[in-house]
């Protein structure tokens, strides 16, 4: 038999409990709400909060690798467009050299090809040399590799570089490289062949190479995609699910509120045994 006692109200510390425990929920769905995660910090959840920040880190890190990618890519986009100026301006050369093999040329004429192929020729040992974006080149012949950020682990992509300059396409700068007569244009016209092949291969190896970057770069992206789905997944709130919840908890909360009212008056029957 329940006890009558205006000190000790079981039905009311029962009512204020759950009242409290549905409080606690609300608060707990109110903050899903407002921040949209399910775990929103250490106490919520402390091993998958861990998990989710070690992963946005990840995530966040490999902004840096995209941003050295993308570096990889202008440099040899810097140097294809360079290496497209230079088998231009071989090609031209090689046509002056075929003009100036004609035997049959006067002095003056002879003489104008050849000012205009030395033009050509310092022309292609300008645009080796500005072949730079950032202060790098792979075209310049100033190194033999160049590297980007590969992954988060500091690993590297390696792009080999493609010397463009008059050495790197075998012809001997020191010598000047010219003609003096038509027999010396003739031999040129070997050269200048040899040259346009060197750079066509070397364009290549470095069109190979951009396209590798692309490639990867695409990779690092997806991946980057990937990382935050699934911090996502790991900490993110159903807003639907919780939407529901919420209108639940009110319910309850009000139904609590109502109980508590209740127990707490049944003390006031008591008056009426000594009435």
Same mark, same amino acid.
């Given at each position: ?122 022309? &292609?040992? $300008? #645009?080796?040399?500005? @072949?730079?974006?950032?202060? *790098? +080149?792979?075209?310049?012949? =100033? %190194?033999?590799?160049? /590297? ?43 050269? &200048?062949? $040899? #040259?346009?092949?060197? @750079?066509?291969?070397?364009? *290549? +190896?470095?069109?190979?190479? =951009? %396209?590798?970057?692309? /490639? ?46 209740? #127990? ?12």
């Amino acid at each position: 038999m329940a006890l009558n006692s205006i000190n000790t109200n079981s039905g009311a510390m029962i009512a204020l409990q759950n009242l409290n425990s549905t409080n606690n929920e609300l608060q707990v769905t109110q903050q899903r709400i407002n921040t949209g995660k399910k775990v929103g910090s250490a106490k919520d959840n402390g091993a998958i909060w861990a998990m989710a920040k070690s992963q946005s880190a990840t995530a966040s890190s490999l902004n840096a690798v995209k941003d050295s990618l993308q570096r990889g890519q202008s440099t040899i986009d810097v140097a294809l467009a360079a290496g497209d100026t230079i088998t231009d301006l071989l090609g031209k050369m090689k046509e002056k050299a075929l003009a100036a093999s004609d035997t049959s040329l006067n002095t003056a004429s002879f003489n104008a090809l050849v000012s205009d192929f030395n033009s050509l020729r310092d022309q &292609i040992s $300008k #645009a080796a040399t500005n @072949a730079k974006f950032n202060g *790098a +080149s792979v075209a310049d012949g =100033s %190194t033999a590799n160049l /590297t980007f950020l590969a992954n988060t682990d500091g690993s590297v992509f390696t792009v080999k570089a493609q010397s463009l300059s008059l050495a790197g396409l075998g012809i001997n700068p020191t010598a000047s490289p010219t003609f003096a007569t038509a027999s010396a244009a003739k031999t040129m016209i070997t050269t &200048i062949d $040899k #040259a346009i092949g060197t @750079a066509t291969n070397k364009l *290549a +190896s470095l069109g190979t190479a =951009s %396209t590798g970057l692309d /490639t990867h770069l695409t990779f690092v992206g997806k991946l980057q995609d990937s990382l935050e789905a699934g911090v996502g997944n790991l900490v993110d709130a159903d807003l639907a699910k919780e939407s529901a919840k919420l209108q639940s908890l009110q319910t309850k909360q009000q139904l609590g509120i109502q109980a508590l009212s209740i #127990a707490n008056q049944s003390s006031s029957s008591i008056l009426s045994l000594f009435r």
